[in-house]
Every structure is written in structure tokens, then in C-alpha cells.
């Protein structure tokens, strides 16, 4: 069970899932779909970012659905195996899971035509030489 705070802008390793999470600021980003990435309305995300691990009840509002759904729920519909699960990370503001990484998005955080300020999140794996030196730590 972990939950860790995002430096936001920056770079924040999550090593309980042996990954890293880049936190980019800008006026706007070029629309590159990728799973490992996406884009947010800065201004529509409240307190501090978190990543984490699911709990128990936690529910998600997917993009593109309507209402909400358990993340066990989201999971099983995604068909990941339940041993996958406890390694997919969930980013929240201090209201809600924005993001099932590398999987959706929800819809309140997308920008849109009103958005004054970006936040690209990308996540990469650690690098085995990255693992040894925190390990050395």
C-alpha cells in the first residue's frame, strides 16, 4: 500500500511499481496519444497530485461514460488480470482518480477550448541502473 506526492513540475519515482512519473506545465502540449502519457487542465485538478495503489470502493468517472464505476469493476470490463492490477497506478487529486495509468483518463480533468494551462504526466519505467542506486540507498 503506498501513496506518494507528485512533484509537480518534475519528476517523482514510485518505486513500490519500479516507475517514474514526469510532470510537465505548459500553455498547451501537442496531442500525442500515447498510453504511458496524457494531458490535463491544470486548473481543474485541486490540492495536491497523488499516485497510488487501489483501495477498496474506489471509484472512477472514465472518460467518454456515464457516472462512475468501481476500479474493480473498470479492471474486470478492461479484462486485466488480477494479478496485473495491484501494479496499475492511480492518480488523484484530493477529490477524485483522474487517471488509471497507462489506461483512461477521466473526463473532468480533460482540457478544453477555456484551458489556460496544461499538465502532461508521463510515465516511464525505471531503468535497472536507476533500481541498484536506490536500492543502494
Known amino acids: 500500500d503506498f501513496e506518494i506526492v507528485l512533484t ?4 517523482t519515482q ?3 511499481l519500479g516507475l ?7 500553455e ?3 496531442d500525442l496519444r500515447k498510453s ?3 494531458i490535463c487542465d491544470a486548473d481543474k485538478l485541486e490540492g495536491s497530485l497523488v499516485v497510488r495503489c487501489r483501495r477498496p470502493g474506489d471509484r472512477f468517472s472514465p472518460s467518454g461514460v456515464a ?15 488480477r494479478e496485473r492490477r495491484e501494479f496499475i497506478p492511480l492518480f488523484c487529486d484530493k477529490n477524485e ?9 477521466n473526463q473532468m480533468s480533460q482540457p478544453g477550448p477555456a484551458t489556460k494551462r496544461c499538465l502532461r504526466l508521463t510515465i516511464n519505467k525505471l531503468s535497472d541502473e536507476e533500481n541498484i542506486k536506490n536500492d543502494e540507498k
Do not use: C, H, L, M
Request: aromatic share 14%.
Open 97 to 105: 482518480i483522474f487517471w488509471v495509468g497507462n489506461y483512461r483518463q
Open 8 to 11: 509537480v513540475p518534475g519528476v
Open 67 to 81: 457516472g462512475s464505476k468501481k476500479i474493480k469493476e473498470y479492471f474486470i470490463d478492461q479484462k486485466i488480470d
Open 20 to 26: 517514474s512519473v514526469t510532470a510537465e506545465i505548459a
Open 36 to 38: 504511458n502519457s496524457i
Open 14 to 16: 514510485v518505486q513500490p
Open 28 to 30: 498547451k502540449f501537442p
